[in-house]
């Protein structure tokens, strides 16, 4: 039984669900059915942090899940779930809150960009090791 990636795969479904019902409301307020032509940047914001939580997580929580399965060591699991969840809450904090640069957004990407080429690079090397 897998005990540590759906821990990790259920508190990114959970700020994907918060990020989309931030969407949801800013549709609403609006009066926005579909698409963000007439939308304040708020709300191109909250589509964005939305999206670009949809387009990373899914590839972190399947490389989590093939290293589990490989019986990687917990601790290591822990590691890059505890940064793939930090870095993603951080990208998500800081591209609701500005339109340009900020500290969060810019180390949201860059830290999950490294845990999943790390994972990659793991990966790859439990299978050609072995």
């Keep these: ?3 540590i990636t759906p821990v990790y795969a259920s508190l990114l479904a959970l700020l994907i669900v918060m990020l989309a019902y931030r969407v949801t409301k800013f549709r609403q307020k609006e009066q926005i059915g579909l698409g963000e032509e007439t939308s304040t940047l708020a709300m191109k914001r909250a589509i ?13 929580m399947v490389l989590l899940l093939i290293l589990e399965l490989n ?3 917990p601790w290591l699991l822990h590691s890059f779930g505890t940064v793939l969840v930090a870095s993603r809450i951080m990208h998500a904090w800081g591209i609701s809150k500005s339109s340009g ?19 990659v690079l793991v990966n790859l ?6």
């Design 48 to 60: 964005r942090a939305h999206g670009n939580a949809v387009e990373n997580i899914p590839v972190g």
């Design 1 to 3: 039984m897998l005990s």
């Design 101 to 119: 640069a900020s500290k969060s957004r810019f180390y949201g990407t860059l830290f999950t960009w490294l845990v999943l080429l790390i994972m």
């Design 125 to 130: 090397l439990v299978v050609f090791t072995k």
């Design 71 to 73: 019986h990687l060591a």
